[in-house]
Nanobody, 124 residues
Framework: QVQLVESGGGLVQAGGSLRLSCAASGRTFSPYVMGWFRQTPGKEREFVATHNWSVGSTDYADSVKGRFTISRDNAKNTVYLQMNSLKPEDTAVYYC?????????????????WGQGTQVTVSS
């Protein structure tokens, strides 16, 4: 079992920045793919970014590329999402997820563990 707890959400003005954190506990998550997704009411969960520890690669949705950065600190069992130049359309509940294989995917159904989510609200 892996437990994921997100933090760092909040209210920010457009153009501002936030850093989300996802602390993992339970089994070591070092070999796994970690992802960030977001969801707004009435819509499906949307891929934001992934980090593949085994190959050191990252992947981003086009909508956040160049503005968001995913990183992980294995010593702290924590994954981060640095969000810069935030836009009102970035408003959503952001979820951290862990995938128990070495293969990256953008599909939410491919992730095995999820955090409870943290709200990010960007005002115009």
């Amino acid at each position: 079992q892996v437990q994921l707890v997100e933090s760092g959400g909040g209210l920010v003005q457009a153009g501002g920045s936030l850093r989300l954190s996802c602390a993992a506990s339970g089994r070591t998550f070092s070999p796994y793919v970690m992802g960030w997704f977001r969801q707004t009411p009435g819509k499906e969960r949307e891929f934001v970014a992934t980090h593949n520890w085994s190959v050191g690669s990252t992947d981003y949705a086009d909508s956040v590329k160049g503005r968001f950065t995913i990183s992980r600190d294995n010593a702290k069992n924590t994954v981060y999402l640095q969000m810069n130049s935030l836009k009102p359309e970035d408003t959503a509940v952001y979820y951290c997820a862990a995938r128990m294989t070495y293969v990256t995917t953008r599909y939410a159904q491919g992730y095995d563990y999820w955090g409870q989510g943290t709200q990010v609200t960007v005002s115009s």
